[in-house]
């Protein structure tokens, strides 16, 4: 078992920055790949970014691409999602993700562990 606890969240204006961590205990996460998923009121939740197990591949959602930065700290057992020039449209839940195996992972029915959310709001 791999438990996920995401912080960071809050309220920014458009254009800021926030930083969302996801600390993860357990089982070794260092070997899992992770990703950033989000949702939005009355949406389903989207894919934003994933990283694989070493931190070296990365992929992120078109929506996002250029702006956000998806990291990790495998000695700190630490996740983070960089959000720069932020957007209303941003706006969501946004919650961390691991899965056990080595390789970037897009698809979301294949996480086995997620955090439990914390809110991103981006006034206009």
């Known amino acids: 078992q791999v438990q996920l606890v995401e912080s960071g969240g809050g309220l920014v204006q458009a254009g800021g920055s926030l930083r969302l961590s996801c600390a993860a205990s357990g089982r070794t996460f260092s070997t899992y790949a992770m990703g950033w998923f989000r949702q939005a009121p009355g949406k389903e939740r989207e894919f934003v970014a994933t990283?694989?197990?070493?931190?070296?591949?990365?992929y992120y959602a078109d929506s996002v691409k250029g702006r956000f930065t998806i990291s990790r700290d495998n000695a700190k057992n630490t996740g983070y999602l960089q959000m720069s020039s932020l957007k209303p449209e941003d706006t969501a839940v946004y919650y961390c993700?691991?899965?056990?195996?080595?390789?970037?992972?897009?698809?979301?029915?294949?996480?086995?562990?997620w955090g439990q959310g914390t809110q991103v709001t981006v006034s206009s």
């Open positions: 993700a691991a899965v056990d195996r080595p390789q970037i992972v897009i698809i979301e029915k294949m996480y086995e562990y």
């Open positions: 990283i694989d197990w070493s931190g070296t591949t990365t």
